[in-house]
Nanobody, 124 residues
């Protein structure tokens, strides 16, 4: 199984920033597409952003465009989600998964395993 570990979440005020990390275990992340999902309370898990393994193309959901960036550090076998100008509605548990990166990201589905996620809370 493709195992990942998410980290970097926390409590931040609106307008603040966080950087989430997705570390791969047991496989080389650069050969896989990587998708960040989030799940808000009472809502379905949805794709937020993804990065393709083939050429580094990135996609973002409309609600995060211009505020989030996604990047890879192949030496660290890690993918990052940099989140800026955070809003209350960005709150939720963020998960990463090595699954196909397509657009629109809201239609991405993961049929493999999930990590434990990392909680992001945006609140004043």
């Amino acid at each position: 199984q493709l195992q990942v570990v998410e980290s970097g979440g926390g409590l931040v005020q609106p307008g603040g920033s966080l950087r989430l990390s997705c570390a791969a275990s047991g496989f080389t992340l650069e050969y896989y597409d990587l998708v960040w999902f989030r799940q808000a309370p009472g809502k379905e898990r949805e794709g937020v952003s993804c990065i393709k393994s083939s050429d580094g193309t990135t996609y973002f959901g409309d609600s995060v465009k211009g505020r989030f960036t996604i990047s890879r550090d192949n030496a660290k076998n890690t993918v990052y989600l940099q989140m800026k100008n955070l809003k209350v509605e960005d709150s939720g548990v963020y998960y990463c998964a090595a699954t196909r990166c397509i657009e629109p990201v809201g239609e991405i589905r993961n049929f493999g395993s999930w990590g434990q996620g990392t909680q992001v809370t945006v609140s004043s």
